[in-house]
């Protein structure tokens, strides 16, 4: 039996963002179909249209202490990892979760896009 390996398009963005950004970084990062898309608590209202629009669940995640492939010294400060797109598509992917899109930005730098696949077990 093949199994479907999870796979997850997290974000980060500023306050702010828009639905056009949002939707921007997603094109930037695009990598097949997607099982759901991620974010952080404090940043969910502003990716549920998306989520919405494209049918897909909202994970919510935590990402403090999350080793990411890419690293923001700004982003490491405020949130605890390198990356809150990657930290919250590999929280979202599950077990043995790996990057497979490092984070990409869309071009007004308002959100950024990472993907992550689960091991799907």
């Given at each position: 039996?093949?199994?479907?390996?999870?796979?997850?398009?997290?974000?980060?963005?500023?306050?702010?963002?828009?639905?056009a950004?949002?939707?921007?970084?997603?094109?930037?990062?695009a990598?097949?179909?997607?099982?759901?898309?991620?974010?952080?608590?404090?940043?969910?209202?502003?990716?549920?249209?998306?989520?919405?629009e494209?049918?897909?669940?909202?994970?919510?995640?935590r990402?403090?202490?999350?080793v990411?492939?890419?690293?923001?010294?700004?982003?490491?400060?405020?949130?605890?990892?390198?990356?809150?797109?990657?930290?919250?598509?590999?929280v979202?992917?599950?077990?043995?979760?790996?990057?497979?899109?490092?984070?990409?930005?869309?071009?007004?730098?308002?959100?950024?896009?990472?993907v992550?696949?689960?091991?799907?077990?």
């Open positions: 039996m093949d199994l479907v390996k999870p796979r997850v398009a997290g974000f980060g963005l500023r306050a702010g963002a828009g639905l950004s949002l939707r921007a970084a997603l094109d930037l990062a990598f097949g179909p997607l099982s759901a898309i991620a974010t952080i608590p404090e940043r969910a209202d502003t990716l549920r249209p998306l989520a919405q494209l049918g897909l669940p909202l994970r919510i995640v990402v403090q202490g999350v990411t492939p890419t690293q923001s010294t700004r982003v490491q400060a405020r949130f605890g990892t390198g990356s809150v797109a990657e930290a919250a598509a590999l979202a992917a599950g077990r043995g979760a790996v990057v497979v899109v490092k984070r990409v930005a869309s071009a007004d730098g308002m959100a950024t896009c990472a992550a696949e689960g091991d799907g077990t």
